[in-house]
Every structure is written in C-alpha cells, then in structure tokens.
C-alpha cells in the first residue's frame, strides 16, 4: 500500500521560475528521504529530513519536514534546466525497504 | 561518497539468453537491493540481500534469481530472459540502521529481443 502521495505527478516550467513539490501521508515518519533522477541514470539521494518542521536548504533547494512528520515540501528557488528530472519522496515505513511511487517529473525549460 | 557501480549501462540479449547484472559498492554496506523502473510504474524491488549469502524476494522476484557471495557485489540472474524483462535496472545499498538512506547506480538498460 504506498502510503505516501506526491503532488503534483508533472510540472514544466521555465527558467527562473519558482515551484514547489510536495509528500504527503497520513501517517508519521521517522525520516524521510528526497531523491532527483536524470533521465537515463539512478536516483541521487538529495537530502534526508528527520526532525519535525526541519528545514534543510541545498543551494536553491529548501527542504521542509512536517511539524507532524506526516509530509514534506521541496522547494526550488530560480529553477534551471539542470533541475529537470523525477523527484521522489519514498515510502520508508516497511523495515529496511523503500516504496517508490511515481513522483514528481520536472521539466525546466531554457 | 558512496560509489555503487553497475557492469553495463547498456545491454541487448536475446531471448532465453542467461543474463547477469552485476553490481559492486565500495562502501562496507550490508544491505544491497535490486529493483526495475518501467514508465508509469516506478521503481519496483526485485530481491534484496541483508548481508552476505543472505537474499529475499521483494515483490517481483518470479524470473529472477540473485546471489551475494561477497558483501560488496550483487549480482541479479534472468535465467531465461523473456522480452517482458525488457526494462532499466537499477542496484542500491544501504548502511544497516540509519535512516534507510540508499544508494544507487547508475543503472543498466537491458533489451531483450
């Protein structure tokens, strides 16, 4: 059962332009992780939050926790094109397994 | 930094071939996973090992088998490669406890004809 839902499922923007992705559950997390995959290679993991209503900020990408632990936000302040990509937020409630959905597909457009 | 390295990026067999993807990490992680991303399905676990001859199903293993001989290395085996095995697979290991943070290849697009 994916527990964790992404919004929203595609975005194309231009350059410049601010967006934000989100992760939303109704149930708590110990941590959860953000991962960005280019097209054509493996996911890289980007940041991992653990403390509710953390912020963690990555060059022009802020991070947030929920107060409550049940979602998360990805920020990209003055997206490029190398931001484009799938963006996934993983399910990481079953032991030591990861559950991916479909994530987020970012296009960036020059 | 973690480097997990896969054998081929790219790979075109034939069916019924015996096929072998290997992986490596330089990392001393216990636990290693093989998974599949077809379009509109995500990423999804084949098998996945806590450590060294240890392995278990994830939720396709059926045509696959895997074996970890050594802790760096995970090799996945298609034992009979179909066309329906057609797909991009990627490897990951993970640091036992932590906060089940994985890391991946690159990937190895296969192509069964």
């Known amino acids: 059962t994916q527990l964790l839902e992404q919004s929203p499922q595609f975005l194309s923007i231009q350059e410049g332009e601010n967006l934000t992705v989100y992760c939303n559950s109704s149930?708590?997390?110990?941590?959860l992780q953000w991962y960005r995959q280019e097209p054509g290679e493996g996911p890289v993991l980007l940041v991992t939050v653990v403390t509710g209503g953390e912020v963690k900020k990555l060059k022009r990408l802020t991070f947030q926790f929920g107060d409550a632990r049940k979602d998360s936000s990805l920020h990209i302040t003055a997206a490029q094109p190398g931001d484009t990509g799938l963006y996934l937020c993983p399910d990481n409630n079953a032991g030591n397994m990861l559950t991916f959905g479909g994530g987020t597909r970012l296009m960036v457009k020059p | 930094d973690v480097k997990v390295t896969q054998s081929s990026r790219y790979l075109v067999k034939r069916t019924g071939e015996k096929v072998f993807l290997e992986c490596v990490q330089d990392m001393d992680h216990e636990n290693m996973f093989w998974y599949r991303q077809d379009p509109g399905l995500g990423l999804r676990l084949i098998y996945f090992?806590?450590?060294?001859?240890?392995?278990e199903k994830g939720d396709i293993p059926e045509g696959y088998s895997v074996s970890r001989e050594k802790k760096e290395r995970f090799s996945l085996i298609l034992e009979s490669a179909s066309t329906n095995q057609t797909s991009m697979y990627l490897c990951a290991s993970r640091l036992a406890g932590g906060y089940n943070e994985q890391f991946f290849g690159p990937g190895t697009r296969l192509t069964v004809l």
């Open positions: 149930s708590v997390f110990s941590s």
């Open positions: 090992s806590y450590d060294v001859k240890m392995k």
